[in-house]
């Protein structure tokens, strides 16, 4: 963990942003895989983490806002938990290392709420997305299941927001980490690839060294010779000669802080013209989007922008027909490029997306543009220094929406269905990489994983 007074500073920071009551962060459990002992991989609340550093399970914290003062609320293990899980430093002594000296048992949290209550003070918390977090919310505010989404608190969200989106050096240095380990998890996924062996090898290999690293994958690895499918975690499928391979993965380090990078690659180590063709068009527009990156900008702007260069490329290759600016505003590019083109990146791989996208991508000068893919975009405001941000966009031929357009006649006065025809089985490519927002501009984080068609293949080379 950081240093206390990083975590004592943030709380400080939180408290002056909002004007009275209490702030209940919770923390997360185990979740159960198949029976209570049997848990999935425990990941830790990024917020909770954010003010409160532990990294464990079943606390709570609380920032008074009017006293000032800090609690951490969690039980201290008895000898059942010695005997089966080792020693344990005590709920104290944690608490201390993060800078807080207000502890209890866990069963005080509801005296405490209960008491801020009956004096009619406000109790702040987060939207829940965890079942067993709503039934605590629920009974601890005395409020029904179904309906404690709907008492959350708007100020708290904002000033959560506000504070996470600017990362500090320490953050940085630690994405930085986790881009390392993602540089070594593509690389070495490149250095797999070839025909005949499965996705799960390759899949398996990056999750590997993802959890060699320390942490564990940032958010299921997604690889797959049908790249056209936009989250694909399914890695059954036999790799062969005329495909590409799309590797969509990134990892956590032991703070959990993410990486999330996008590179797809011919399994024949060569690029075919056709597919040389369509790489160089998204590789166009990842670095248009990264040249466009810088404080002040709209990123729904740099958004559109990638979608302009896309849509230029397609025509250039007779896919797309018309004046490209007329086709991007009536969403033409989208049957290619039906995504966002990226998104905030911290301790979540999309940062703080638990608090509501539309708080964290979009503000009172920026809102959601409604139309096919770029309602997609979840982030659209101006860009801060000190935002992380991945720009990944992509080109895809996915049959059904083909199909679909091309049954419905939709936006046929800017698409060559004939030509599109000859790509139906493409599958799809994407390129990501990771970003920090300078004073002046934007830096990418970590090494970049090779890129061109030139690094590829060589890298390839060497399999
Ligand atoms: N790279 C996966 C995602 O951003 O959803
Ligand atoms: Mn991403």
Known sequence: ????????????????????????????????????????????????????????????????????????????????????????????????????????????????????????????????????????????????????????????????????????????????????????????????????????????????????????????????????TLHNHYHGNKLTEDRMLLSDAGAETEMRYCSDFTRTFPVSGKFSQKQREIYEIVLAANNAATLATKPGVKYQDVHLLAARVIASGLKDLGLMKGDVDEAVKAGAHAMFFPHGLGHMMGLDVHDMEDLGENYVGYDEHTSRIDQFGTAYLRLGKKLEPGYVITNEPGIYFIPALIDKW????????????????EYHDFGGIRLEDDILVTDDGCRLLGDRIPITVDEVEAIMQNR
């Open 1 to 228: 963990m950081f240093n206390k007074d990083v975590y004592a500073k943030r709380r400080d920071q939180l408290r002056s942003k909002i004007d009275s009551g209490i702030i209940l962060i919770l923390g997360n459990g185990d979740a159960p895989m198949n029976y209570p002992a049997n848990p999935y991989q425990f990941r830790q609340d990024s917020s909770f983490l954010y003010f409160f550093g532990l990294d464990y399970q079943n606390l709570a914290g609380v920032l008074d806002v009017d006293a000032g003062k800090d609690y951490i609320f969690g039980n201290d293990v008895d000898m059942d938990d010695i005997i089966w899980m080792g020693p344990q430093d005590s709920i104290s002594d944690r608490a201390k290392k993060v800078g807080i000296v207000n502890t209890s048992e866990f069963s005080g949290l509801a005296k405490f709420v209960n008491e801020a209550i009956s004096k009619g003070r406000k109790v702040h918390f987060l939207p829940p997305y965890r079942a067993e977090n709503i039934i605590l919310l629920g009974s601890l505010l005395g409020i029904r299941n179904t309906n404690v989404k709907q008492y959350v608190s708007i100020d708290l969200i904002k000033a959560i927001v506000s504070l996470r989106s600017i990362k500090d050096k320490y953050e940085i240095a630690e994405i930085e980490k986790a881009a390392a380990i993602g540089y070594e998890m593509h690389t070495t996924a490149m250095k797999m690839t070839r025909a005949g062996i499965y996705e799960r090898e390759i899949a398996g290999r990056m999750e590997g060294i993802a959890l060699s690293g320390g942490g564990k994958v940032s958010f299921p690895v997604i690889l797959s010779i049908h790249g056209e």
């Open 406 to 421: 091309k049954n419905e006649k939709i936006n046929e006065a800017f698409i060559n269905f004939d030509k599109v025809n």
